[in-house]
């Protein structure tokens, strides 16, 4: 009986400690505010001029200082995929090293300076990747077997074989065609072994063009002869059927084979006019991430910080050198 008083008597007074401590920690925290607000009080005059001071600093700042984003998509033919990159590496890596020289003289950046950061990445679209071909489907099958599918299409084997890369470029003023695109493709372009292949490839879709035409051509002689010997020996009010696997279905599905052929030649010769082709170009988008734009709101609030920053030193430095003082 008295061994339950006792523990009754122990809990109760943890409790009340818990309760004590508790009381103690919010009081603790109202004095602190409390004192902040003294503080605040006290230098008004100070905090009052440091925010108008951060704040026309910093109007001026979002005014002088703008840095914009730039974006090119292009295609990369004849399997010059590896070379893009490492040309758009070789010229991210003369912008770390501060080389104008290069990049003025020999990419031809009309303002290198101005010229902050590149990059380049694939864009995702797993669904062209494989529509492209069925040896593409069956690559990411067999990986996917293996694998999260989300990681497997963004990995660095498989994202560089789609059709379609962003290239990326920072400048800290407005850009133009002149000043950036056109060098910059003008450069990525200078490949005298790409552009063999690509003189040749041409080449070949032409000859393949010419050959499809004269194929198509005597197609269409043949249809016509048999339509007009189909004419002549049947009566007006005469169906004729054909059947699927006669050879004049097979004829007919070669012409549409061929015609859809030729209009892929076409599209090629459109898109393959370049070793780096570019398809969509846009300039000068503002950049508002990080602080930039900004600097009206961060350098009033960084000014104040740093002025109760250097109060609480200041008293610290006071409650330290008394401690000091008493003990001497």
């Given at each position: 009986m008295s061994t339950s008083t006792q523990n009754n008597d122990n809990q109760e007074i943890d409790l009340s400690q818990i309760a004590k401590k508790i009381g103690n920690f919010f009081e603790g925290i109202s004095t602190k505010i409390f004192k902040v607000f003294l503080f605040f009080k006290r230098n008004i005059l100070w905090v009052g001029i440091l925010f108008i001071l951060g704040v026309s600093l910093g109007l001026y700042m979002d005014k002088t200082t703008k840095v914009y984003d730039n974006e090119i998509i292009v295609s990369s033919n004849f399997g010059s995929i590896d070379y893009l990159y490492a040309k758009v590496e070789l010229i991210s890596s003369k912008i770390n090293d501060g080389d104008t020289i290069f990049l003025k003289e020999v990419v031809g950046i009309k303002e290198p300076k101005k010229l902050k950061k590149i990059a380049i990445e694939p864009i995702t679209d797993v669904y062209k990747f494989i529509n492209n071909s069925d040896k593409n489907f069956e690559f990411v099958k067999l990986l996917a077997?293996?694998?999260?599918?989300?990681?497997?299409?963004?990995?660095?084997?498989?994202?560089?074989?789609?059709?379609?890369?962003?290239?990326?470029?920072?400048?800290?003023?407005?850009?133009?065609?002149?000043?950036?695109?056109?060098?910059?493709?003008?450069?990525?372009?200078?490949?005298?072994?790409?552009?063999?292949?690509q003189k040749e490839y041409l080449n070949n879709v032409k000859i393949k063009m010419v050959?499809?035409?004269?194929?198509?051509?005597?197609?269409?002689?043949?249809?016509?002869?048999?339509?007009?010997?189909?004419?002549?020996?049947?009566?007006?009010?005469?169906?004729?059927?054909?059947?699927?696997?006669?050879?004049?279905?097979?004829?007919?599905?070669?012409?549409?084979?061929?015609?859809?052929?030729?209009?892929?030649?076409?599209?090629?010769?459109?898109?393959?006019?370049?070793?780096?082709?570019?398809?969509?170009?846009?300039?000068?988008?503002?950049?508002?991430k990080a602080v930039n734009g900004k600097m009206k709101f961060v350098l009033p609030l960084f000014f104040i910080l740093l002025f109760v920053i250097a109060g609480v030193l200041k008293s610290f430095y006071k409650s330290q050198m008394a401690k000091l003082n008493s003990k001497l």
């Open positions: 077997e293996d694998g999260d599918i989300k990681k497997i299409v963004n990995e660095n084997l498989t994202s560089k074989n789609y059709p379609y890369h962003l290239i990326s470029y920072t400048t800290d003023k407005e850009t133009s065609n002149e000043k950036t695109v056109q060098p910059l493709l003008k450069y990525l372009n200078d490949s005298d072994y790409y552009s063999l292949i050959e499809n035409d004269s194929i198509i051509s005597q197609i269409n002689g043949l249809l016509n002869a048999f339509s007009s010997n189909t004419n002549s020996s049947q009566k007006s009010d005469k169906l004729v059927y054909y059947n699927e696997n006669s050879q004049l279905n097979e004829v007919i599905k070669t012409k549409e084979i061929l015609v859809n052929e030729q209009g892929i030649n076409r599209i090629s010769l459109v898109n393959f006019d370049k070793v780096v082709k570019e398809s969509s170009i846009t300039l000068n988008i503002k950049n508002t």
